[in-house]
C-alpha cells in the first residue's frame, strides 16, 4: 500500500528539485513528525531538510504573534473584563469562570471565521433585545443591566484584544485573524519558496483566506486526500468541504485541485455489534490475538471514545510485543488525582468535616503507607458514631505518630492561598520520600507538582485567585488539560491513536471503536451565547458542518485500508442511547462498499448454572460450637433466625459474621428501639411492684424529654440529633414514650388496675430433652411484666409495625417452620420462661407496636380456623406443652448432626 504522503511526496520530486527551500505545512505535528520520517527513508543521500511545520505554528509564524494556553488567557480576560467600564456589577473570579469560557469561546469562532466585529456585535445586541424582553417593554433596572452587558460585549472583546497584543500573545482565532491580515508582508517575504499543503480538509475562514493568497503566487499546492467516489457524490458529507472549495475558490476557477484519490476497492468491513464498552475492548483483544507480528505492524486501533484506552491496554494478548500510543492518558479521575481533590474539598467546607470525606482519604492506598493504622481511627469514628470530625479531633484521634500527616491532610486554616500551595508542595515532597512509588504513580505525580508549580506562578501574575474555589476551579483546568505521554515507536508495532491523530496517516488494517452517534459524530453543543440564525447569518459553522468534519475523519480511515473492524456498543447508559453510527448506515447503502461489508455481534459465552441452595454440614467443630450456644442458652430471635434461614443462623451465629460497623449519619431502626426501650424502663423503674397512679404517670410524663435525650447521648453517641431527620426520630422517640405512659393513663382513668412485676426482666431456664445430651438452655429479656386488673400480662414493645394477625396461630408445626409466625413465638418464648420462673395457672402475652399503637395490646390467640373471629387468649399449661413440643422440634434439628444447615428461598 502507497500512503498519501507517499505519493504526494512522488508527485512533488518529479516538479520540485529543490526541496530543501519548500515548506510544508500538515495538519498536526504527528503529521508532521510522520512526513518528515516519510523524507528520511525515501532519501538516497543527505540532504537538507525542508521547512516542515503544523498549520498552527505556520499561522504563529505569519502572526508574530504566540497563541496562549486556555487557562492564562481565562486569567488575563478576567483582567481586562475588571478594567472594562460598562459592565455594571462585577462578578468574582469564580463567577465569571461560569460563563467568561463560552465568551472566550465565541470570540475565537467569530475570528477565526473573519466574521465583522462591529456587525456582529450590533446583531448580537439586538436579537437579546428582541428574544428576551421585546422592543415595546418597558425596561427595568434588571432589564437595562442584562442588555448592558452586551452593549459593552464589543468594548471587552477590543479591549482584550489589545492587552493579548501588547504582550506578543493572543487566543487561537485572534492569532488566525492576524495572520489572514498580514498575509501579504509574509507573501513579500517568503513567496518565492514553495508551499505544501497536505491532508486538509475543513479549513476556517482565515486558513482559506491564507492558502488563496499564497494559491495566487503560483508556488502553492494544495494536495487533498479524497475518495472519487466520494468527490463525485454531491450529498456526501466527507467530501463536502473540498467540494465547497471548488466552487467558490477563484484559484480553482481556472485549475484543478490537486486530489491525491484512494484506489483501493477491494476492502474487507466488518461491522461488529458489542454489547457494551467493555465488550468492545475485550473483542479487540480477541481479534488482536489472531493476526500475525507482520499484520500487527500495518495495524493502527483508533478510539472514538478516549477513554477507553485503560481498558484496551489491559485486554491487549500476549501476542503483541510493541505498542506505540500516539495520545496522552488522561489523568482526570485517577486515583491519584482524586486523592489531591479530596484534599481541596477541605479548604472548600469548613470544619467540622464530614465522615465520608475523612473516609475516602484514609483508604486511599497512599494514606496508609503514610499513616500508621488509619483503620482504628475509621473504628474509632464509628464506634463513637462521629458524623463529622474537627481537625484536632482527628489529632488527638491519630496520636502523635500520625500528627504530620494529619496535619498534611487535614489543616486548614491558612491564610491565603500560597500557603495552601506551599502546603500542598510540601505534601508532594512527603509522597516522594516516604512511599514507594510506581513508575505510574511517579509520572502522575510530577504532573500534579507541574500544576502546583504552574499555579504558584499564577498567583504571582494574578492578584484575584484567593479563594479556595477559585484554586480547586484553576487546579481542575490544568488537570483536565494533563495527560501522561507514552514513549513508542512509531514506525514499530501496534499504533493506537484518537480519531484526529489519523489524520494524513493511512494504514492498511484499521480496528475503530466506539461507532456511536453521539460519540462519531459527537452530536450538537450548546456552550456558545451565538444563536443559530446569527451563526446562519455570518457564516459560522453549523452542526452540520461539524458533522462533516467527523464524517471526513471517519471515511478517510478507509481510503486505503484492506481490512476495517468497526465496532459499536448497543448499550444504553446515561446520555448514550446505544444507536450506532450513521456513517455506519452510510457505509451499508454505499453501493460500491456494501459488497464489502459483513455483519458481527459479539457476545459473551454464556453458561446456564443450576443454582442450588447452599448446603452446610454440621462438622465436629460447629456441633461444638452449638454446645457452647446451648449451654449459654438460644433466644427467641436466635431461634427465629434460624426459622427464616438456617444459612443466616449459621453465619451469624456459629461463624459470628456480623454487619460491619457503620457512622450512622441518620439513627438507625435499632437504635431508636433500643433508645425507646431503656427510656420506659428508666421512667418506669420506680413503679415496679407497685400499682400505677395517674398523677405519678402524669409527673413521668414531664421527664421524657431529659430521658430520651440522655438514651440518644448513650446510644447515638456523639451523632448530631439537633437537626434535620435526627431531630424528626428524637421527637418521634419521644412520641412513643408519651403514647405509651398516656395508654396507661387511660386506662387508669376507666377504672382499670395496673401493677408493675417486672421490667426487662431477664429470664433462662434448662430444657430437659432425653436426645440431647448436653445441656441446652432458653432465655430471653422481656419488656415488661405487669397485672391488669389482676391478670398476669407479658409484654413485648414493638417500635416497628405489628398487626393482629402476626399473633394468631391456627397450626402449631407453623410456628416452628414459618418466619411470619416469628411474634407469636417470641411471646409464646417469654410467657414459657415465665412460667419456669413463676408458677402460674394462665397468663396473657403480646406486643404493644408504636406503629400501630391505636390497636393497644395486641395478646397471642390460638384460633381453631383461620378466618375465626376469636380466639384463646389466655395463655395455660395446655399451650405451653404445645409450644414446648414446637420448640423441642425446632431446637432438635438445629442439634443434630445428620441434619445440615440447608439454605431457603426467601421470596
Given at each position: ?585 452510510q457505509l451499508e447503502i454505499d453501493y460500491n ?19 442450588s441452595l447452599k448446603e452446610i454440614e454440621k ?113 418521634i422517640a419521644k412520641r412513643y414514650v408519651e ?169
Open positions: 500500500m502507497k500512503t498519501f504522503i507517499e505519493e504526494v511526496l512522488s508527485q512533488i520530486k518529479i516538479q520540485d528539485k529543490n526541496l530543501s527551500r519548500a515548506v510544508f505545512i500538515l495538519p498536526s505535528k504527528r503529521a508532521v513528525g510522520f512526513l518528515k520520517r516519510t523524507l528520511a527513508k525515501e532519501s538516497g543521500a543527505p540532504f537538507f531538510s525542508p521547512k516542515i511545520i503544523s498549520i498552527e505554528e505556520f499561522i504563529e509564524e505569519i502572526s508574530g504573534i504566540a497563541i496562549v494556553d486556555s487557562l492564562t488567557l481565562l486569567f488575563s480576560s478576567y483582567s481586562v473584563y475588571l478594567n472594562t467600564e460598562g459592565f455594571s456589577e462585577k462578578d468574582t473570579f469564580e463567577e465569571y469562570t461560569s460563563w467568561g469560557q463560552a465568551v472566550l469561546n465565541d470570540f475565537n469562532e467569530i475570528d477565526r471565521y473573519l466574521v465583522p466585529k462591529s456587525n456582529f456585535f450590533n446583531y448580537l445586541l439586538s436579537i437579546q433585545t428582541l428574544e428576551k424582553w421585546g422592543v415595546k417593554n418597558d425596561q427595568t433596572p434588571f432589564i437595562k443591566k442584562y442588555l448592558s452587558f452586551w452593549e459593552t460585549l464589543e468594548l471587552f472583546y477590543e479591549n482584550l484584544n489589545d492587552h493579548l497584543l501588547k504582550e506578543q500573545s493572543g487566543y487561537q482565532g485572534m492569532v488566525y485573524r492576524k495572520a489572514a491580515e498580514d498575509i501579504e508582508h509574509y507573501i513579500v517575504s517568503n513567496g518565492n519558496r514553495n508551499h505544501y499543503f497536505l491532508g486538509f480538509n475543513a479549513l476556517n475562514s482565515a486558513e482559506q483566506s491564507i492558502i488563496q493568497e499564497l494559491l495566487e503566487t503560483g508556488n502553492t499546492t494544495v494536495f487533498w486526500d479524497m475518495d472519487p467516489h466520494l468527490l463525485k457524490d454531491a450529498d456526501h458529507a466527507a467530501s463536502y468541504f473540498l467540494r465547497n472549495y471548488k466552487n467558490i475558490w477563484n484559484y480553482y476557477q481556472n485549475n484543478a485541485p490537486s486530489v491525491i484519490y484512494s484506489t483501493n476497492i477491494n476492502k474487507e468491513i466488518t461491522i461488529t455489534e458489542a454489547q457494551n464498552d467493555v465488550g468492545q475492548v475485550k473483542y479487540v483483544g480477541q481479534l488482536l490475538s489472531t493476526y500475525t507480528l507482520e499484520m500487527l505492524e500495518r495495524t493502527a486501533i483508533v478510539l472514538a471514545d478516549e477513554s477507553l484506552l485503560t481498558p484496551l491496554l489491559y485486554s491487549l494478548p500476549n501476542n503483541v510485543e510493541s505498542i506505540n500510543i500516539t495520545m496522552g492518558l488522561r489523568i482526570t479521575g485517577l486515583p491519584e488525582v482524586d486523592f489531591f481533590d479530596y484534599i481541596l474539598d477541605n479548604f472548600l467546607n469548613p470544619e467540622p468535616f464530614f465522615y465520608k470525606k475523612i473516609e475516602k482519604l484514609l483508604l486511599h492506598p497512599w494514606v496508609k503507607k503514610l499513616m500508621v493504622s488509619p483503620e482504628t481511627i475509621l473504628q474509632f469514628i464509628k464506634t463513637n458514631n462521629l458524623s463529622s470530625i474537627s481537625h484536632q479531633k482527628l489529632v488527638d484521634i491519630g496520636g502523635l505518630q500520625n500528627k504530620e500527616v494529619i496535619e498534611l491532610l487535614f489543616r486548614s486554616d491558612f491564610e491565603n492561598i500560597n500557603e495552601i500551595i506551599v502546603h500542598f508542595q510540601s505534601l508532594i515532597k512527603k509522597l516522594h520520600a516516604s512511599i514507594s512509588l510506581t513508575l505510574i504513580e511517579k509520572s502522575i505525580l510530577a504532573k500534579i507538582e507541574a500544576i502546583f508549580e504552574r499555579l504558584t506562578l499564577l498567583t504571582k501574575q494574578f492578584d484575584y485567585l484567593t479563594t479556595p474555589l477559585s484554586l480547586k476551579n484553576a487546579f481542575n483546568q490544568l488537570v483536565t488539560k494533563a495527560s501522561i505521554d507514552f514513549e513508542g515507536n512509531p514506525e514499530k508495532g501496534l499504533q493506537i491513536m484518537g480519531i484526529l491523530e489519523t489524520r494524513v496517516i493511512d494504514f492498511e488494517n484499521v480496528i475503530l471503536l466506539s461507532v456511536n452517534e453521539g460519540v462519531l459524530p459527537s452530536g450538537k453543543t450548546n456552550a456558545s451565547f451565538i444563536t443559530y440564525d446569527l451563526k446562519l447569518q455570518f457564516g459560522l459553522p453549523l452542526h452540520p458542518e461539524k458533522d462533516a468534519v467527523y464524517a471526513y475523519h471517519f471515511f478517510h480511515l478507509l481510503f486505503r485500508a484492506k481490512q476495517a473492524t468497526l465496532l459499536y456498543s448497543s448499550q444504553s447508559k446515561g446520555l448514550r442511547t446505544g444507536e450506532k453510527s450513521r456513517f455506519l448506515l462498499l456494501k459488497k464489502s461489508i459483513t455483519h458481527h455481534v459479539q457476545t459473551s459465552p454464556i453458561s446456564k448454572h443450576e443454582k462438622t465436629p467443630e460447629v456441633i461444638n460450637e452449638l454446645r457452647i450456644i446451648a449451654e449459654k442458652g438460644f433466644s427467641p430471635s436466635a431461634l427465629m433466625s434460624y426459622v427464616r434461614n438456617p444459612i443466616d443462623f449459621y453465619f451469624e451465629r456459629i461463624l459470628g459474621v456480623n454487619e460491619t460497623d457503620a457512622v450512622e449519619e441518620t439513627i438507625e431502626y435499632n437504635t431508636l428501639g433500643t433508645i425507646v426501650h431503656e427510656a420506659l424502663e428508666k421512667l418506669y423503674a420506680p413503679f415496679i411492684n407497685s400499682f400505677l397512679k395517674e398523677e405519678q404517670l402524669s409527673k413521668c410524663l414531664k421527664g421524657v424529654p431529659a430521658e430520651v435525650n440522655q438514651q440518644f447521648q448513650k446510644h447515638f453517641k456523639e451523632g448530631d440529633f439537633s437537626k434535620g431527620k435526627n431531630l424528626i426520630i428524637f421527637e403514647n405509651l405512659i398516656n395508654l396507661d393513663i387511660d386506662s387508669l382513668k376507666n377504672g382499670n388496675t395496673i401493677k408493675i412485676l417486672a421490667l426487662e426482666e431477664t429470664l433462662k431456664t434448662e430444657l430437659h430433652f432425653p436426645e440431647i445430651h448436653f445441656p441446652v438452655y432458653l432465655k430471653g429479656n422481656v419488656d415488661r411484666i405487669d397485672l391488669f386488673n389482676n391478670q398476669l400480662r407479658i409484654i413485648d414493645y414493638k417500635t416497628g409495625k405489628v398487626e393482629q394477625k402476626e399473633l394468631d396461630i391456627v397450626d402449631w408445626e407453623n410456628l416452628s417452620q414459618d418466619y411470619k409466625y416469628s411474634k407469636a413465638f417470641q411471646v409464646l418464648a417469654y410467657a414459657y420462661l415465665y412460667q419456669k420462673h413463676i408458677s402460674f395457672k394462665e397468663v396473657v402475652a403480646g406486643v404493644i407496636s408504636f406503629k400501630n399503637f391505636n390497636s393497644g395490646f395486641l395478646s397471642f390467640r390460638k384460633k381453631e380456623a383461620p378466618r375465626a373471629s376469636k380466639g384463646e387468649e389466655k395463655i395455660n399449661s395446655e399451650i405451653l406443652n404445645s409450644f414446648e413440643e414446637e420448640l423441642k422440634k425446632l431446637i432438635l434439628e438445629i442439634v443434630t448432626p445428620s441434619i445440615p444447615f440447608i439454605e431457603k428461598e426467601i421470596k
